[in-house]
């Protein structure tokens, strides 16, 4: 009707130390969409920090005006102890703007994480193997790990690893080769008795981590040794989460020429970025439009990050641990593999 102003419905207002949340009944021809595009000009209005908006339930939306930064403050890695175990359905890596921890599945999953220099990738890769280094020590989990920039993010605990490449040619080649061996041979044999791996010590969680997978799939010279490399990733990230063996990878440039293979990671994190594209490239379009804004983390918050996984609607917002080269070498010291049988 001519001159009517039609109001969305303020359902509930709760106040918070860091944020406030507003639940809004949307009217009637209205999106959650149609919300989230207006979130910079809401956090304008508030004068808030940020804003994000989230689908509640069917004609509902969470508006939190975020007034300060619950993961400014750097957050120390708490170290394991000898008595403590891996659970490998939720490594703890850092928190989440609640305050409670911020876990990933490893075992059946693959995970990527992006994020620009400094962004803060080695502590996600370094929190993930401290929260692995139980089960390193009992022989449940097995870490082969290539760090094709020398081994200067790993090199200081190579005593943690099964297997450490540190190249982009044929030491790469050989640990690549011989997981993809383990994960063929272990479908042969579990094929028909069961859908997800078990580790044991006998047949332990190979967890294969890349620090800078674009220098395997873009930037290796001889095409023979890239399309060998590329075929192994592929063959590994397409099979090899049934049968225990998981693929960990950081990468400083998500486009699609450089890793055409990352829809194949079920966990993606998205840390600090340099262009709004490459938030839509690692977590989506739809990720982005929730508030998964990357490309707007502060350079004075290493560590941050949007989390996305296969099965969950929305991101979230979380912080990883701060590993220190003090941290690395207590891990090396008191968690180091037994020599024990190879992995079948």
């Not at 509930?12 to 209205?30: E, F, K, M, P």
């Not at 409670?100 to 490893?106: A, D, G, I, K, M």
């Not at 995970?111 to 996600?124: E, N, P, Q, R, Y």
């Amino acid at each position: 009707m001519s001159g009517r102003t039609l109001v969305p419905a303020l359902r509930s207002v709760s106040i918070g130390a860091t944020c406030d949340v507003a639940v809004v009944q949307i009217l009637v021809g209205q999106s959650v969409a149609d919300w989230q595009n207006k979130t910079l000009a809401l956090a304008e209005a508030f004068r808030a920090e940020r804003v994000t908006i989230h689908s509640r339930r069917r004609g509902e939306v969470n508006i939190t005006v975020h007034h300060n930064d619950a993961l400014a403050c750097v957050v120390r890695l708490p170290r394991p102890s000898r008595e403590s175990h891996a659970d490998l359905a939720n490594i703890d890596v850092g928190i989440i703007e609640s305050g409670t921890r911020w876990s990933v599945p490893v075992l059946g999953h693959h995970i990527l994480v992006a994020g620009a220099t400094g962004a803060g990738k080695g502590s996600v890769l370094w929190s993930i193997i401290s929260g692995l280094a139980p089960g390193i020590r009992a022989g449940t989990v097995r870490l082969l790990v290539v760090d094709p920039k020398g081994g200067m993010e790993f090199g200081r605990g190579q005593q943690l690893f099964a297997g450490f490449a540190y190249d982009n040619g044929e030491r790469t080649l050989a640990l690549l080769r011989a997981a993809t061996q383990v994960m063929q041979q272990r479908a042969q044999r579990l094929r028909g008795h069961t859908r997800l791996h078990a580790p044991s010590s006998s047949a332990p969680l190979i967890i294969v981590v890349v620090d800078e997978i674009a220098s395997l799939t873009a930037y290796i010279g001889d095409r023979k040794v890239r399309s060998e490399v590329e075929q192994l990733l592929g063959l590994l990230l397409s099979q090899g989460r049934a049968v225990g063996v998981s693929v960990v990878a950081a990468v400083q440039d998500p486009s699609k020429d450089v890793l055409p293979i990352r829809q194949l990671f079920s966990m993606r994190i998205g840390m600090r970025m340099t262009e709004a594209t490459q938030t839509t490239m690692v977590l989506g379009a739809a990720a982005r439009d929730a508030g998964a804004l990357c490309d707007e983390i502060s350079t004075a918050t290493p560590g941050v990050a949007y989390v996305c996984q296969d099965g969950r609607a929305e991101p979230i917002r979380a912080r990883a641990f701060h590993v220190t080269d003090a941290d690395i070498d207590y891990l090396a010291e008191h968690f180091r593999p037994s020599i024990g049988k190879a992995a079948r």
